[in-house]
């Protein structure tokens, strides 16, 4: 079977996701800046061929089963990362009232105040590099924890962590759109100069794009290369964190990949300006997706102590 890390159903629904986004182009006043197209393209013409060289040489008598699957995975992501984000900014564009009044109201019947964590963070230089630090790197992050699977030879999780990842996102497209927000940190921060202990003004860098492209009156051009989230509620970033956490389950990957998540998951308030309604909706949005697609028959077992030894022919099978 040449696809093992992804199926026939990914590409449809990434193909799906193509049209939409074409459709969208067309009615409205968006354009895609084409000259930055070429690199992510080339990318993924690249690991195309090396998938496709990769399957050649195992019908040659050389198997090589886990670079084919890295480039398989790769060449997934590379098409994701250019049509998911595109997505996320045209939906944005729907006419739906901000919702922060109502988000920061959720935080306040849970008993969280939002500020006093905001400045409890503030306080502590180190703190603040760290979880920077964690919330920039969540890509990098995933791309090794699906590596070090693959090498593991737990290809059904890659699978499984893909598709999840997949629908996740666009689940937290079509919510977000719905439930725009500005973000807690533009919100309740009514002077960000006076914390000065970070480099840079936290949890605002989509301000520019999110105004823009809620003003009828702007002609808005996306660079496929620089297309940061919108999505405030729910928090995507945390339900990022939980597959990773769900996909680490009963390997050594999970003590670095769970403390890597809670510290990244900790950051998304101040870095991602989110409220807390946010993150919890966020894993819940995960936790709801994950439960769905593990039950699809070649998923079976799949978290399973007893079959953790047969997952990596299993996969091969599913």
């Known amino acids: 079977m040449i696809l093992t890390v992804t199926s026939r159903r990914l590409y449809i629904g990434l193909g799906a996701i193509f049209a939409a986004n074409m459709a969208i182009l067309a009615m409205t006043r968006a354009t895609i800046d084409l000259s930055n197209v070429y690199w992510p393209l080339a990318m993924a013409a690249c690991f195309g061929a090396l998938l496709m060289f990769s399957i050649r040489m195992e019908t040659d008598g050389n198997p090589t089963p886990r670079a084919r699957y890295f480039c398989e995975a790769m060449l997934f992501t590379v098409l994701l990362s250019l049509n998911v984000p595109v997505l996320n900014h045209l939906t944005m564009m729907a006419p739906f009232a901000y919702s922060d009044a ?15 964590y905001f400045e409890f963070v503030h306080a502590r230089p180190a703190l603040i590099a760290a979880m920077e630090l964690s919330y920039n790197y969540l890509t990098p992050v995933g791309l090794i924890v699906m590596t070090a699977l ?114 990244m998951i900790a950051s998304s308030p101040v870095f991602g300006g989110h409220y807390f309604i946010d993150l919890i909706a966020g894993a819940l949005a995960a936790v709801a997706v994950a439960t769905l697609v593990a039950r699809q028959t070649c998923y079976v077992g799949l978290f399973a102590k007893a079959i953790e030894t047969r997952d990596h022919a299993e996969g091969q099978t599913a």
């Open 102 to 116: 109502i988000l920061h109201s959720a935080d306040l019947a849970m008993g969280v105040n939002w500020i006093s």
């Open 150 to 263: 693959i090498v593991m030879g737990r290809t059904r999780r890659v699978r499984f962590h893909i598709e999840v990842f997949f629908y996740t996102a666009v689940l937290c497209i079509i919510v977000g759109a719905a439930f725009p927000a500005l973000a807690a940190v533009h919100v309740l921060i009514p002077d960000l100069a006076i914390y000065t202990n970070f480099d840079a003004p936290p949890g605002v860098y989509h301000l520019p794009w999110l105004e823009a492209l809620r003003d009828p009156s702007q002609q808005i051009t996306l660079d496929p290369n620089n297309l940061p989230g919108l999505v405030t509620f729910p928090s995507f970033h945390t339900a990022s964190g939980v597959l990773l956490c769900i996909i680490a389950w009963r390997t050594w990957l999970m003590v670095p990949v769970t403390a890597y998540s809670a510290l």
